[in-house]
C-alpha cells in the first residue's frame, strides 16, 4: 500500500528521508533555517548519481503543509530506485521541504508568514506592490480575531465571487502581496532564509548536469486525485509540445490560462531555477495536484492563518485549523494517497525517460 510513505510529522517525515536517501548511499546536505532554538527544523538535499548527466529535480513542501505528500512521492521513489537494477543514467536531486517549518508547524507560509513560491523574485524592486483588488479584500481575507466557528466564511466568499469573478478573485487573491505582512499571499520583503539556500547551494546540487528537468510537487488546486504540469512563463510553443509529448497534452497547462487551475503569479521558485540556468536546457513544471473546491481551500488556508496569529496555541479551535488544513492538501483518503503517489512516480519516469 502506498499509505505507508505518509508520514504523520514532519520530524517523521525528514528522518524517513534521510534514512531512504543513506541506503542509497545518496550524498546528503542539510541546511538548518535556523528561525528556532529547536535545530530540527532544515532543508534536506539528497543526490543520487554522477554529476554530467541528466538531471531530475523533485521537490517538496515549498508551501509547508504540502509536503506531507510530496515527502511520500519522494520516499516511494527512493525505496522504487533501492529495487532497480538498472545503472542510474540520470542524477536525481531530491529537495525535501523547502519550507521546513511550515512543514513542521502545518502551515502553507513559512516563518516569516512568507508563501516562499511568491519569493523568488530575481531583483529587490519586485519586492513591493500588491495586486490593486487586494486592498479591498484584505478585511475579508485576514481579520484580525481568532477563528470562530458561526462565521458564515462560504456565504462571504460567494458574495465576493459573485461580485468579482473566481478567476478575478483567485489572481487578486492568491497572486501575492506585499504589503499585508499578516495577511494570506504575503510574499516577503526580500528573500527568505530558505530562498536564500536555494540560490546560495543549487549550483553544486545540479552539478554539470546538461539537461534538466525539475517537477515541484504541489497540492490543493484542481478536482480531487487529479493533476496539472502547470508550465512557466519561460515555456514557449515549441517547449509546450516537448510537455504534451513527455507528459501527454490532457495534463499539461499554461501557467496563467484564463479559467484554468492556477492563476497568474510571480517569485515562483521553479521560474527562477529555471532563469538561473539558463544557459541550459532547464526545464519545470509545477505538479499540482487537486484536493477539494476552491472555497474550502480558501476557508483552511485564512482559518489557519487566523489561528496563527491570533488564536491560543491551546484552543481546541487552534488545533482544528490545522486539521483541516492538513486535510486540504493531504487528505487521508487512502484512495487520494494511493493516486498522488502513483501519478507522481509516472511524471518522475516520464522525466527521467525524456531528458
Ligand atoms: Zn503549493
Known sequence: MTDVYFSSTYSEARHRFIEAAGALDAEIMSYGINCESQDELAIDVAVIGSDEVPAVVIS??????EGFFGSAIQLALLEQLRDSTSALGIRYVLLHGVNPF???????????NVDLNRNFHSSVDQFRGSPAEYAGLNRFLNPESPPSRFEPFKLKALWNIWQNGLSALKESVAGGQHDYPRGLFFAGLGPCKSTQVVQENCDSWIGLSPRIMHVDFHSGLGPFATYKLLLTKGSDSIDCSWYADTFGAECVEQFSKPGGTA????????EWMQSHFNARDYRVVVAEFGTYGVIKVLGAIRGENRAHHYGSKNSASYRSTKK???????????????????SGLRIIAQSANAI
Do not use: M
Not at 483541516?324 to 494517497?337: A, G, K, V
Open 263 to 270: 492563476y497568474k503569479t510571480s517569485g515562483l521558485f521553479g
Open 60 to 65: 517538496s513542501g515549498v508551501h509547508g503543509v
Open 324 to 342: 483541516e488544513l492538513l486535510e486540504c492538501f493531504c487528505p487521508i483518503d487512502p484512495s487520494w494517497r494511493h493516486q498522488v503517489v502513483e
Open 102 to 112: 511550515g512543514f513542521a508547524h502545518l502551515r502553507r507560509f513559512n516563518e516569516d
